[in-house]
């Protein structure tokens, strides 16, 4: 049974379009994030929500929204979609609110390609 | 914020040799730093973790270090088999931050 999982694995959208990605976990944990993976790899947190309310938002642009609807799901809407927004976005989760100092979970990511 | 640097970024060695991978972070505040383990088409894993109050951590084959007034950290991995071929992950947080911060990722090749 997987902890974290996300979908779709894959998604190829063209520039524009709005799209959505899901992510849940079933660890009974109560911090979800989004972190994005550029093509050389680096990792880079977008959101955190805690018991569904939001406590980290990086410098992202607006078109991105997550929405956490209970604390076991939190999904992630991109609008208008940039052939930069190209890349693999993974949920992660994690026990509890421990500044930053707990293992986090990651899913298997979503590849998004814009065309 | 914090700014955390890995190298290199890539590294190959032979089956049974060791491989070490060094970062360095720029807040002396820091306090937690993890290594992650992220293979294949697959999401990072955490493979071992060191806090600010300990200058040495092992498990089995992989062992950390922490060295607080240099503001590094490294990863050793001994008897190396082919199952650690994978990109690694160092990485910090800040006291009273609610984020990791990680490097930039070094690509791991074990030569059979």
């Known amino acids: ?115 | 914020g914090e700014n955390v640097e890995q190298h290199p970024s890539t590294l190959s060695v032979q089956e049974g040799d060791s491989a070490v991978i060094k970062c360095t972070y720029s807040d002396s505040a820091s306090n937690y730093f993890p290594w992650y383990k992220q293979e294949l088409g697959k999401g990072p894993q955490l493979i071992i973790d060191i806090r600010s109050n300990v200058g040495e951590k092992k498990d089995q084959r992989i062992a950390v270090t922490l060295n607080k007034t240099a503001k590094h950290f490294s990863l050793h991995i001994t008897e190396t088999q082919p199952e650690d071929s994978a990109v690694y992950f160092c990485a910090a947080t800040e006291p009273d931050n609610e984020k990791l911060t990680f490097g930039t990722g070094t690509r791991l090749t074990i030569i059979p």
Not at chain 1, 3 to 9: D, E, F, G, L, Y
Not at chain 1, 29 to 44: E, I, N, P, V
Not at chain 1, 94 to 103: D, K, P
Request: glycine residues 6%; proline residues 3%; contains cysteine.
């Open chain 1, 1 to 115: 049974d997987t902890a974290v999982s996300q979908t779709p694995k894959y998604l190829v959208t063209q520039m524009g379009n709005d799209k959505s990605i899901k992510c849940e976990q079933n660890l009974g944990h109560d911090t979800m994030y989004w972190y994005k993976q550029d093509s050389k790899k680096f990792l880079k947190i977008m959101f955190s929500y805690n018991n569904k309310e939001l406590i980290i938002n990086e410098t992202v642009p607006n078109r991105f929204s997550p929405k956490s609807p209970d604390k076991a799901h939190l999904n992630l809407h991109i609008n208008s979609l940039e052939l930069g927004d190209s890349a693999v976005y993974f949920c992660a989760s994690q026990a509890r609110r421990t500044g930053g100092t707990g293992e986090l979970f990651f899913g298997e990511g979503s590849r998004l390609t814009v065309l």
